[in-house]
């Protein structure tokens, strides 16, 4: 069975820091791998998918990375503002196309 | 109104209550989906549709009851919840449900069973 850990579970930064949040899978066969961001009772807004025959996908100042064969993800954020405040998942599919499957997610808290 | 909508936005209920959520996209998707996120655990994947019909019942208990009437509107009918029911749960769409990696997700019904 799939499992996706994130960690931190938390993490409070000063604005303009650049800052790195971590996600691991137990199992490599996956079809892709999606970053979402989550806002206080809100759903979810994708950013970036970064498909298994990929290394990185980049959007702004977001860039994910992708290393199947050890099972881990990382979303770089870049000069973090404020805004970004939010609580972010990650989330595999798996080859055999069934479904998604969710980390924990990791609430990031930026301070002005 | 785009995207994904979903009513009531909250929902207080007891446990002998019934009630009703509805999901409603305006994607021109043919895959919706159910899922429930609680506190401090992952986002679990309760029911799929694919035109129309259900294709993916994650071990749902019976007192969750999901319809859809067609591909544009989602329903969960609840009866008989338990206070381990309360939980923030979120409707999203699909083009197809194989397109798992664009789902757009509505804004979600913060449920509270008392």
């Known amino acids: 069975k799939q499992e996706v850990t994130q960690i931190p579970a938390a993490l409070s930064v000063p604005e303009g820091e650049n800052l790195v949040l971590n996600c691991s899978f137990t199992?490599?066969?996956?079809?892709?791998l999606q970053w979402f961001r989550q806002d206080p009772g809100k759903g979810l807004t994708s950013l970036l998918l970064?498909?298994?025959?990929?290394r990185e996908q980049t959007s702004g100042r977001l860039n994910a990375s992708l290393d199947k064969s050890s099972g881990r993800s990382t979303l770089y954020i870049a000069a973090s503002q404020p805004g970004d405040s939010a609580t972010y998942l990650c989330a595999v599919i798996e080859t055999s196309g069934s479904r998604l499957t969710f980390g924990e997610g990791t609430q990031l808290t930026v301070n002005p | 109104e785009t995207g994904v909508t979903q009513t009531p936005r909250h929902l207080v209920m007891g446990m002998t209550n019934k009630k009703s959520l509805k999901c409603e996209q305006h994607?021109?998707?043919?895959?919706m989906y159910w899922y429930k996120q609680s506190a401090k655990k992952p986002l679990e994947l309760m029911f799929v549709y694919n035109f129309k019909e259900q294709t993916e019942n994650n071990s749902v208990p019976s007192r969750f009851s999901p319809e859809c009437p067609n591909s544009s509107h989602l329903f969960l009918h609840l009866h008989t919840l338990q206070p381990e029911d309360s939980a923030l749960y979120l409707c999203a769409s699909s083009p197809t449900a194989l397109a798992l990696g664009e789902q757009y997700f509505g804004p979600g019904t913060r449920l509270t069973v008392t």
């Open positions: 970064i498909q298994s025959s990929q």
């Open positions: 199992d490599s066969a996956i079809y892709n």
């Open positions: 994607l021109g998707h043919n895959a």
